[in-house]
């Protein structure tokens, strides 16, 4: 199969979404398979100790590559083949049958992670659809019944983490609070996409700048508190569950697993805010569990889920963009297919201003003062 025109789209499946927006996967072409390999200068050693994210985006970025080639009419199937020496999770290659989804290459692009206020939570049979989905691969999406119990662990997880040099130094690696930094355009949890103001963004650098002195002196308690509630915020926590026992190569198939769920809740008009440190740290993940009668290291993602009030600003890729023509144009994006080199080697992106019309920016969201103070970890979102 000649891979020319599955390279032509790579940008595109760039768009899966990932732990700090790190973007830790690499395709390696080859004759007749693409490897798919990660980098370990993106993954998260010390917010992700067990790499359990880091295999959940890996899984997210193989169904976007299967969904996104799908609808462009080419026939590509994915084969794990876990090689830890090899930094590799599977291949893709061609299959005989094209793959079978619901969803296509427009919703990859439109689909956004949404910190801000949500108008109403999922209804019912959304839920019901999202836990079909988890249940064909044995595991199960819940809900989480009890707003307060979950509110008193999100403080103690961003205590807990905000408390850990480690995870402080990682997050700031990856926030972009200005954008003259140099990657505010490629990777990275942007000022933008975390709702902050200018006043903001510069409090948190001064505050991350200042952090190795007065971490002793409180700092991470007024950051967990600066964090606020982004339970104020609307919707309902959802889980996704996983079987006992499953392994790194199994992790990754649950990625692909919640792809298709937060496919499934974007197609429904709905969007999700992952608030991962409710399993990061380590006694609310225990006390989660236990709330839900499973063992916590079944646990593998929450997230706040509901219908987004405003609309979220798109997050940054090294990738964005090229060649892609827009949405609802099915196999648009190999005609004509043109070389543009390794995507993972771009890191000149088009950037916000390249997703045409389909970008609505998430200014009306900056404009709500109240949606600034809900994020999680680090004062408005800390890990991703
Ligand atoms: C496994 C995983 C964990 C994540 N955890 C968090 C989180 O704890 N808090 C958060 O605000 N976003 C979280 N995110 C969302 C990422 O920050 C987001 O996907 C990334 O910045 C790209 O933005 P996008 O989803 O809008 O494309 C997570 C994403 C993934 C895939």
């Known amino acids: 199969m000649d891979f020319a025109a599955f390279r032509v789209l790579e940008p595109l499946c760039w768009r899966a979404p990932s732990a700090h927006n790190t973007q830790p996967w690499r395709l390696g072409y080859q004759a007749g398979a693409i490897r798919v390999r990660w980098d370990p200068a993106d993954a998260l050693p010390a ?23 799908a609808d462009a009419g080419l026939m590509i199937e994915f084969v794990p083949d876990h090689h830890t020496g090899d930094r590799r999770v599977g291949w893709l290659r061609p299959s005989r049958r094209p793959y079978v989804t619901p969803f296509d290459a427009a919703q990859v692009l439109t689909r956004r992670t949404h910190r801000g206020r949500f108008s109403a939570g999922p209804e019912d049979e959304v839920i019901a659809a999202v836990d079909a989905v988890a249940r064909e691969a044995g595991g199960t999406v819940r809900v989480v019944p009890d707003a307060d119990l979950l509110a008193r662990l999100l403080r103690v997880a961003d205590r807990q983490l905000y408390a850990d040099p480690a995870v402080v130094g990682e997050l700031r690696s990856w926030l972009r609070l200005t954008p003259v930094h140099p990657d505010y355009h490629a990777d990275g949890l942007t000022d933008r996409c975390l709702g902050l103001s200018r006043g903001e963004a510069a409090g948190l650098r001064a505050a991350l700048a200042a952090y190795p002195v007065l971490r002793r002196m409180g700092l991470p308690r007024l950051l967990a508190a600066a964090a606020g509630n982004p339970l104020a915020l609307g919707g309902a926590v959802i889980v996704l569950v996983g079987p006992s026992g499953i392994d790194s190569a199994a992790r990754v198939g649950f990625g692909r697993v919640l792809m298709r769920t937060w496919l499934a809740l974007h197609a429904a008009g709905l969007a999700v805010h992952p608030l991962s440190q409710l399993i990061d740290a380590p006694a609310a993940r225990a006390a989660l569990g236990s709330l839900l009668s499973v063992t916590p290291e079944r646990l593998l993602h929450v997230a706040r889920v509901g219908r987004p009030a405003g609309p979220a600003t798109r997050s940054a890729r090294r990738a964005g963009g090229i060649g892609y023509a827009g949405a609802g144009m099915r196999r648009s994006a190999v005609e004509g297919p043109r070389e543009v080199g390794q995507a993972g080697d771009q890191r000149a992106e088009i950037g916000e201003d390249a997703a045409g019309p389909l970008d609505d920016g998430g200014r009306d969201l900056r404009g709500d003062r109240r949606d600034r103070h809900h994020e999680d970890r680090f004062g408005h979102q800390g890990r991703r």
């Open 47 to 69: 917010a992700d100790p067990s790499a359990r994210d880091l295999w959940l985006s890996l899984g997210a970025f193989v169904e976007t590559c299967l969904v996104v080639a």
